[in-house]
């Protein structure tokens, strides 16, 4: 299989060729050069770039609330999930040379793809803090094979796609297929309608060529969903988790049933759930018969928030109460809060606040035979102030490290690309912080006071 010599993509800055350059009208320019690992330049890669300021860039058509790129690639997940649009793109030439004109801001996000390599990640640049970029691309894999079926027959129209679910290709009337720009790491998952869907991870493979084998998915799925008093459940949700594949949601139907082709050989692991229930959880370990689930009333639990020093409510309160496999979000009406149908036994509290340290705490539950029974009152969660420690994180050598993890307890950040990093909710008196990078750890002291914010530097 044919690997680059490295798993991802590096950007460096290169002082040495001044392609930044302020048009005097508070407006900023950023250019340089795509090359892959060996400086080979790269032609054709598209260099997305976000300054915050949420302009469609040419190419950029509006779809309802969000906006789909022109082109193979659509714009960088990342970046979306990150809140930025990108506000200018540009492709390199022949020689791997790109420019971006007309930016607002001196900070700007940027990411790179191409079909061919792997994605560059989005990364945060300081425009006026360099002269020019110069991206490097690690090589994907590149391979081919076949889709066959059990008898060894060609399948076509087979998808083949990331376990993300970026597309990567279609299988022809042969079977055949071909794939480029994938990461060594990545998953490899082939579907057709009718079969169960068949997963392949690169890293596994050795050679460039691959078959996959797909089977067909011939037998159903029924699954029977009941209340105590064995009266069928309608309208209740199971999630079926198959042990290597994708999640599939179903309702039942008046009959209280799910009904289905199966999509994965068994075992598959079904969560059952209903506003009126407890939670449930099965295996399924053959498709021959069935599967018939009871749903219990459970029991439930209510309480109030409140500030431990001053007894009232704190703004932005966030409540989750995590009960077996199910974690549920809890309203908080004027401090009061409830929470019903829970499965008899533990659940556990998290609660959160702006400048308040995070609140954990397990509660009995016990069981009701009543639906939507509140059966512990009077819980009371009491949060406390917090502080806050900032500072900088420097390697051996002196320079600012990025990238480097820092925790204080359970609090845990990663420092930005200037080194610094921000640790906050935590509770007050004397805490150490540590940072770590690879095998390397350094920890420093600190006296955390509620409501106010610390200074630390680390050095490795």
Not at 34 to 54: H, L
Not at 100 to 127: G, T, W, Y
Not at 236 to 261: I, Y
Not at 387 to 411: I, K, Q
């Amino acid at each position: 299989m044919d690997r680059g010599a490295g798993a991802g993509a590096a950007l460096v800055t290169d002082a040495g060729s001044a392609r930044v350059a302020n048009d005097g009208s508070a407006t900023f320019a950023i250019g340089g050069e795509v090359v892959d690992e060996a400086g080979r330049p790269i032609a054709g890669a598209t260099v997305f770039v976000s300054d915050g300021t949420f302009v469609r860039p040419s190419g950029f058509d509006s779809m309802g609330e969000l906006g789909v790129l022109r082109g193979v690639l659509p714009f960088p997940d990342q970046i979306v999930q990150g809140g930025a649009m990108p506000s200018a793109s540009a492709v390199s030439d022949q020689s791997g040379r790109f420019a971006v004109r007309d930016l607002r801001s001196r900070s700007v996000v940027i990411a790179v793809a191409h079909d061919r390599f792997l994605s560059r990640p989005p990364v945060v640049v300081e425009l006026d803090k360099l002269n020019s970029l110069r991206i490097v691309l690690a090589q994907g894999v590149s391979l081919r094979g076949r889709v066959l079926d059990s008898r060894g027959q060609p399948l076509a129209t087979v998808t083949l796609s990331t376990a993300e679910g970026r597309m990567l290709a279609v299988s022809d009337r042969h079977g055949e297929f071909s794939i480029a720009g994938v990461g060594p790491n990545d998953t490899l998952v082939a579907r057709l309608g009718g079969y169960y869907p068949q997963r392949r991870t690169l890293a596994a493979l050795t050679d460039t060529t691959l078959d996959i084998q797909l089977e067909r998915a011939e037998e159903r799925m029924i699954i029977e969903v009941l209340d105590d008093r064995d009266r069928p459940v309608v309208g209740a949700k199971a999630e079926v988790r198959p042990v290597d594949g994708e999640t599939h949601v179903f309702v039942t139907d008046r009959s209280g049933r799910v009904e289905s082709v199966a999509f994965a050989p068994p075992p598959v692991k079904v969560s059952i759930g209903h506003s009126d229930f407890a939670p449930a959880v099965v295996e399924i370990a053959h498709y021959d018969e069935p599967v018939q689930v009871v749903l219990q009333p459970g029991g439930g639990l209510a309480g109030v928030i409140v500030d431990v020093r001053a007894g009232t409510v704190p703004r932005g309160i966030e409540l989750e109460v995590r009960n077996g496999n199910e974690v549920r979000k809890l309203p908080v009406v004027a401090g009061r809060f409830i929470a019903t149908s829970l499965a008899a036994g533990g659940a556990e509290l998290v609660a959160r606040a702006p400048g308040y340290v995070v609140w954990r705490r397990t509660v009995t539950v016990p069981p009701s035979d009543r639906l939507r029974a509140v059966t512990v009152e009077d819980v009371r969660v009491e949060l406390e102030r917090s502080g806050m420690v900032h500072g900088v994180v420097r390697d051996e050598r002196g320079d600012l490290a990025a990238g480097v993890a820092v925790s204080c307890g359970d609090v845990r950040t990663t420092t930005d690309a200037r080194g610094e990093f921000i640790l906050t909710g935590l509770p007050g008196g004397a805490a150490r912080v540590t940072a770590s990078k690879q095998e390397v750890r350094v920890s420093g002291e600190v006296e955390v006071r509620a409501d106010d914010d610390r200074l630390l530097d680390l050095h490795f």
